[in-house]
């Protein structure tokens, strides 16, 4: 972005941020593709960045009336896609680790399964119940209700409850890492 565009986007934050409304299309139009540009250079699945793209200019605008004359408003509007990029990654990453735990630890016997199928999952659910043995009380405990009831205990809150998860789940991995190598 050259100096006359960024000193016209800071002159249109401001003018939005004192409650012009017109000035909402123009600096959407300036800032979408350099946003969704670097929001997919950031999380590398098209998809995703323009899904955080959007969110990230959602919350622009909600927040326009915090935007400081003065300020550089392409700075601004990438902080906030950065922290949203942040975000789509961190819930991929726990969709997959839920994946792969719901996998391991509950899986259910197929009726018309085949013998070697049957095979493979008696070997994984002895592996993971080696595993999961292994674990200390509290972490069974964490992990199971976070599968079982998919809910945090009462009192504790979502945060807290969430890194216990993590760093139960982090454990689980490490133990099979250390007993079955990388694979």
């Given at each position: ?33 350099i ?57 991929t ?80 991995r ?10």
């Amino acid at each position: 972005m050259d100096r006359g565009k960024r000193t016209d986007m800071n002159r249109l934050m401001t003018e939005l941020a004192d409650g012009n409304r017109a000035a909402f299309h123009p600096i959407f139009v300036a800032a979408w593709p350099i946003v969704r540009g670097f929001c997919a250079r950031f999380i590398g699945d098209v998809i995703e960045a323009e899904d955080a793209a959007q969110l990230a200019l959602v919350k622009v605008f909600e927040r326009a009336p915090t935007f400081r004359e003065g300020s550089e408003a392409m700075t601004w509007i990438l902080t906030i896609a950065a922290y949203e990029c942040r975000t789509v990654r961190q819930k991929t990453r726990r969709r997959r680790e839920l994946g792969d735990s719901t996998i391991a630890l509950s899986m259910e016997k197929d009726a018309a399964a085949s013998p070697e199928r049957e095979l493979i999952e008696r070997e994984v659910r002895t592996t993971a119940a080696e595993l999961f043995e292994g674990l200390a009380e509290v972490d069974k405990q964490v992990i199971l209700t976070a599968l079982e009831k998919g809910e945090r205990p009462e009192g504790v809150s979502a945060t807290a409850f969430r890194k216990r998860v993590q760093r139960a789940m982090d454990r689980l991995r490490f133990a099979k890492e250390k007993k079955h190598g990388d694979a």
